[in-house]
């Protein structure tokens, strides 16, 4: 082993620009001031703690990060504290695996005192270290498209449209196109879709009524809500409800954004189970959104689970490639099998 390398939890305040120069050493889609506004969201102002950030030194110099963030999810309808592992930095020269593996092994301290899980999204060259030190699979991410305008001369089946509407008359295979859609004559008795700005009252009491419905799900309070979509620095997010006729029962919500030119993808999707179709309700309602704002497609990625794949295919989405693996390392394997039933969605990374 060499003795070089340590690791140390980080001060975040006092070590904070040193955060900031690894993260803009290794991940440089997002500039200084980017950095910063993040690392303010996610380790300083979560809802359920402040984050944790270890630093790696070699020679007493700063060429690592591994970060931890705080989530709750629910299984069988109780509480459970889980910690999603972010910001795995480390400068090329030192890119091996002892570095790594101190890493890592201060995050895992963490599991038992803190926490009764962690979990993570890795990508493909993270992921061999991740089984490495005992992580499991617990499900594959896949995305799903659905095409809402057609453009001439698709080369490929999986050719995605990204055009905007050009505002001429449709071409008849067009309309026949939508008309031909599900959604199109999805009616709304006694229900409306509503763009809505912020997550109210509503919204926590649509989480006590539904987050014992499924075996494991992520907590979707307001205050949730907010903190992960209303205040993330770096993407703006839109929000369309399923509301009753008064409006004063939200029936299911989609979170969506914006991730290319005429294309949009959806972030979180929650529906109550209690109430027929709200789902399905819910589904035609956002494709409804995105054709007026003449989006060319519509995209969700989630770890397979039935009831959110029955709603898809019934709307007509196209299962497109796997994005890769949620992994996890829990106190037990029990804590891991836990998990097996989340429908885990964009919304529960640590960035995206």
């Known amino acids: 082993m060499n003795s070089a390398y340590r690791v140390v939890l980080a001060n975040l305040s006092h070590d904070r620009e040193e955060i900031i120069g690894v993260w803009a050493r290794n991940f440089n889609v997002y500039t200084h001031d980017e ?7 996610n380790y300083e102002h979560g809802p359920f703690g402040a984050g944790r950030c270890w630093l790696l030194l070699h020679h007493d110099s700063v060429v690592g990060t591994a970060g931890l963030g705080f989530r709750h999810l629910y299984v069988a309808g109780k509480p ?23 890493m890592q092994k201060a995050v895992l301290n963490t599991v038992g005192a803190e926490v009764r899980a962690i979990y993570g999204t890795p990508n493909h060259k993270s992921e061999a270290l991740f089984r ?93 809500l907010r903190w992960r979509y209303s205040r993330y620095p ?53 494709i409804q959104w995105c054709r007026r704002r003449h989006a060319a497609s519509l995209t969700v990625t989630f770890r397979d689970s039935e009831p959110m794949r029955e709603v898809v295919q019934a709307f007509g989405f196209v299962s497109r490639h796997p994005q890769g693996n949620v992994m996890a390392r829990g106190c037990t394997d029990a804590d891991v099998k836990a998990l097996e039933p989340w429908c885990f969605m964009p919304g529960d990374e640590d960035y995206n």
């Open 35 to 41: 950095h910063r506004q993040r690392l303010t969201w």
């Open 80 to 102: 459970v504290a889980v910690g999603v592992a972010s910001d795995l930095a480390v400068d090329p020269p030192h890119r091996c695996l002892q570095p790594a593996l101190l």
């Open 132 to 224: 490495h030190i005992r992580y499991s699979r617990v499900g594959t991410v896949t995305r799903w498209v659905k095409v809402l305008r057609t453009v001439p001369f698709a080369r490929s089946a999986d050719a995605v449209p990204s055009r905007l509407a050009t505002g001429k008359p449709a071409p008849v295979d067009g309309l026949v196109f939508v008309a031909a859609s599900r959604d199109t004559w999805r009616s709304f008795k006694r229900t409306a879709i509503r763009e809505i700005t912020s997550f109210d009252s509503r919204f926590d009491e649509l989480w006590l009524r539904t987050a014992a419905a499924h075996g494991a799900v992520s907590c979707r309070s307001a205050a949730f």
């Open 234 to 286: 770096l993407r703006k997010y839109s929000t369309v409800a399923l509301v009753n006729s008064t409006e004063d029962v939200v029936l299911g919500y989609c979170v969506l954004y914006t991730c290319g030119q005429g294309e949009m993808a959806i972030a979180d999707f929650w529906a109550d189970p209690e109430f027929p179709q709200s789902a399905d309700g819910l589904m035609a309602g956002v």
